[in-house]
């Protein structure tokens, strides 16, 4: 499965984004996608996952209740809707998906096979 990303840009602390994860070459049936992160000098970093059939979310502590994950069926495409965002939040970010992920590797970045080109979101302050 092919991914590409899209959404992200400049916007000033309190504001929101809504970062698009689209797939194309086949769909996300019986994967996981997830989105994660990675400031300059920093890890790649876990943010949100979200079980295709729609099951279960899962997001980084930092983003609860802040960030949304949600998928769209028709469309193939998985979305990351972040509110609220933080100058801590600037990074490149990455959506992946594997067919093969368990709960226990959900957020470890060497699960997943298949990543889209990142797309950069920057907050300031």
């Known amino acids: 499965v092919q991914l590409q990303a899209s959404g992200g840009g400049l916007v000033q602390a309190g504001g929101s984004l809504r970062l698009s994860c689209a797939a194309s070459g086949r769909t996300f049936n019986g994967y996981t996608v997830a989105w994660f992160r990675q400031a300059p000098g920093k890890e790649r970093e876990f943010v949100a996952g979200?079980?295709?059939?729609?099951?279960?979310?899962y997001f980084k502590d930092s983003v609860k209740g802040r960030f949304t994950i949600s998928r769209d069926v028709a469309r193939r495409t998985v979305y990351l809707q972040m509110n609220d965002l933080k100058p801590e939040d600037t990074a490149v970010y990455y959506c992946?998906?594997?067919?093969?992920?368990?709960?226990?590797?959900?957020?470890?970045?060497?699960?997943?096979?298949?990543w889209g080109q990142g797309t950069q979101v920057t907050v300031s302050s």
């Open positions: 992946a998906a594997s067919s093969r992920v368990i709960l226990s590797t959900l957020r470890v970045s060497s699960s997943y096979n298949n």
């Open positions: 979200i079980r295709w059939n729609g099951s279960h979310t």
